[in-house]
């Protein structure tokens, strides 16, 4: 959207307002997309044309104006030209009018107005002010303001066409550097944070686009966030990416595994201590608190802490005051808290292993990461993704997964979520060596198990009487690629070609079975081939 303020302030439109004012006695006016006339109601506003003036004084003088602006937008509605000459409000005066487009799209239009003809007779301009005396302006009045309009012809009435398209032109100009200055300051705030950039926290699922939405509500905030998932969802990734996304991101982010420490430790890790203040403490040491202050304290498996630590956490939380082991004076910080956990508080809090009024104070706001099982449909876009970024660190030209391996991967329930996932791929690269394609043979054997074992399960939950008409001769590889296709043939016909409702029942993932589909040629359209429709 055009700023049109921005472009009446601009010292280019402002000198071409003025010499099309001063010379040809014509006020420019700016109408938006919508039709909507810019700024002329300003009460500021200087009007160049008499005319103009008393027209608009007048209290139906807006009303005027816009049925003339109705006229421009209707002949650009169904015409392609540039420009357009047209008959104002009152017969005999006209206005010219100039198309502002802006990579191929309209964005408004840029009117000079109004002016007469040097065709114009006495008795045109005395219908004119007929016309004006009609609509209640007094005679008088109007035969001064038209006395001042000026008549066009020859040069004089090329040059004011040209300026007016001149003016236009800089709307365009100025709108189309507005909008690439703007795209640059994105970009270079996005390469400041690319590393936590959420569109690297890679997902297109619905899922997942939830999970952004949120994200992008919660990073300015300074609430106290809590994230839970499963172990390898990218619970410090997410962390790191409100961190980096919010008024904190030019101070420390922090981050401690809870579960990595004992209570004394961890008490020391978190608050720091003093010098003496146990064998060992040969002198003072800043907790990461402290170290965090002003910044943000990614505090990761918390379900982890002793009810001890829990009601120091509490109290830090609450009056954002500590106490280093060994100190006998409190400290003061100013930390974003960002908590994590992949277990169930809730009933650890029924279980009296885990404080509630600690529960309520990190989960202020809860981001809930989906497991990768979840989420099926990611699962490709994350393996190009770590593929791609495996062979550019290596210096390997870019490989590519064969369609089978795919299925594979997709039959996997990745109980490690996406660190498994990006594991199993930079596996892979180093497996296939020179190979350019990754092939199934190259996986892990708890991948190709998993898929065997879903494939069993999908025999053990089919229909009776479904291996009737199977060919029992022959290799084993084909009579179960038979059996799958007939299973995925009358299942989506079942189903209604309801793909999320089958991939449910065979036990395999909507993704998987779309490439089933594909890769046997069972869509309605193939069906409808095959059955002579």
């Known amino acids: ?229 499963e172990n390898g969802t990218g619970k410090e990734m997410v962390a790191k990416a409100i961190h980096y996304n919010s008024p904190r991101k030019d101070a420390v982010f922090s981050a401690v595994n809870c579960s990595a420490f004992n209570d004394n430790l961890l008490d020391s890790e978190l608050f720091g ?57 409190p400290k003061k910080v100013s930390v974003r808290v960002i908590a994590a956990t992949n277990k169930n508080l809730k009933e650890m809090i029924a279980k009296g292993e885990f404080r509630e009024d600690l529960y309520y104070r990190i989960n202020v706001i809860n981001v809930a990461l989906p497991a990768l099982r979840e989420r099926p449909e990611d699962i490709p876009v994350l393996m190009d993704f770590f593929l791609q970024k495996r062979c550019e660190e290596a210096g390997l030209p870019l490989k590519t997964f064969s369609k089978k391996c795919l299925e594979k991967m997709l039959d996997h329930t990745w109980p490690g979520n996406v660190r498994e996932l990006q594991n199993e791929v930079e596996r892979l690269v180093v497996i296939a060596g020179d190979d350019k394609t990754i092939t199934p043979d190259m996986l892990s054997a708890r991948i190709l198990e998993s898929g065997e074992s879903n494939s069993g399960h999908q025999r053990s939950h089919s229909s009776g009487g479904v291996l009737k008409g199977i060919n029992t001769n022959g290799s084993l590889k084909d009579a179960l690629e038979e059996l799958e296709i007939m299973m995925i043939r009358e299942g989506l016909k079942r189903c209604a070609f309801n793909k999320s409702k089958l991939a449910k029942e065979l036990g395999i993932s909507r993704a998987g079975l779309i490439m089933k589909v594909e890769k046997y040629g069972l869509d309605k359209r193939a069906l409808k081939r095959a059955a002579g429709e």
């Open 273 to 329: 201590h003093v010098k003496g203040a146990f064998t060992g403490a040969i002198k003072d040491k800043k907790g990461v608190f402290e170290v965090a202050n002003g910044g943000t304290l990614f505090l990761d498996e918390i379900g982890d802490t002793s009810p001890s630590m829990q009601v120091k956490l509490l109290r830090i939380l609450q009056e954002g005051t500590y106490m280093p082991v060994g100190a006998t004076t």
């Open 1 to 229: 959207m055009i700023d049109w303020k921005a472009i009446k302030d601009l010292h280019t439109t402002m000198s071409l307002e003025k010499i099309i004012g001063n010379w040809y006695g014509l006020d420019i006016i700016y109408a938006d997309t919508q039709g909507r006339v810019q700024l002329i109601q300003d009460p500021n506003y200087s009007f160049k044309s008499p005319l103009l003036k008393l027209q608009m004084a007048h209290s139906f003088g807006h009303d005027w104006l816009e049925v003339d602006v109705e006229k421009v937008f209707e002949f650009y509605n169904s015409s392609h030209e540039m420009s357009f000459e047209f008959n104002a409000f009152f017969p005999g005066t006209y206005g010219y009018s100039h198309k502002v487009e802006v990579d191929g799209e309209f964005c408004g239009v840029v009117i000079a107005y109004p002016y007469f003809k040097d065709t114009s007779t006495s008795e045109e301009l005395a219908n004119v002010v007929h016309k004006m005396v009609e609509c209640g302006i007094d005679a008088e009045d109007a035969k001064a303001a038209i006395s001042k309009v000026k008549k066009f012809s020859g040069r004089f009435y090329t040059e004011m066409k040209e300026l007016v398209a001149i003016v236009a032109d800089e709307v365009e100009t100025f709108h189309s550097e507005i909008s690439k200055r703007e795209a640059r300051i994105m970009d270079l705030n996005s390469e400041l944070g690319n590393k936590y950039r959420y569109h690297n926290i890679i997902g297109k699922s619905k899922k997942m686009q939830q999970v952004y939405h949120l994200l992008s509500k919660v990073a300015n905030s300074e609430s106290t966030i809590m994230i839970q998932g």
